[in-house]
């Protein structure tokens, strides 16, 4: 059965985004972003919500166009766009680029798509990953810590009354100092 994993970026001080959805200290560097074009190449498809598929969909289908991208930011941009996409989002109802839009998450429909053949699920936006966490969804969480002190903004996990214990499988430290966590549920 193929895994749902979760891969964010988040601060030391636990924010996904910073105030107005900055995201500008994000430390994505060459290596790391090899590091991502390796990771999600090897995914079957990206589960994202309307939020993080707008963002995504702004940049990536003509950043390659761009002689001014890196090779890696080029090489994410063909990741991205031919990758099957699906977003949940009970506003957008239809999307470009690869993409099926699904109103709701229904945890029986994802555990289906889950049974099927193939790569893994690469799981993005917060508010999605909250609603996958709390459905029990989620396989691996990948967290990414960049070395800064946001102060205030978005936090990636919202309060919840339950404890849920992960397992260590491996971390990682990069040349920036963004250190990959990574627990299996």
Known sequence: MR???????????GFFEGPDRDLSWHMVDDELHRH?????????????????????????????????????????AHIWREMPKIVYSRTLKTAGWNT???????????????????????????????TFRRLGLIDEYWLYVHPVLVGRGSPLFKPEDKTVQLRLLETRTFGNGVTLLRYAA
């Open 100 to 130: 099926t839009v699904v109103p709701e998450v229904v945890a029986e429909e994802v555990l289906a798509l889950k049974s099927q053949p193939g790569g893994d699920l690469a799981l993005g936006g917060a508010n999605l990953a909250d």
């Open 3 to 13: 895994k749902i994993i979760m891969a964010m970026q988040v601060s030391l001080d």
């Open 36 to 76: 991502f074009n390796e990771q999600l190449a090897a995914m079957d498809a990206f589960l994202d919500g309307r939020v993080t598929y707008e963002l995504m969909a702004e940049f990536w289908p003509t950043a390659d166009a761009d002689p001014d991208v890196s090779a890696p930011m080029a090489e994410f």
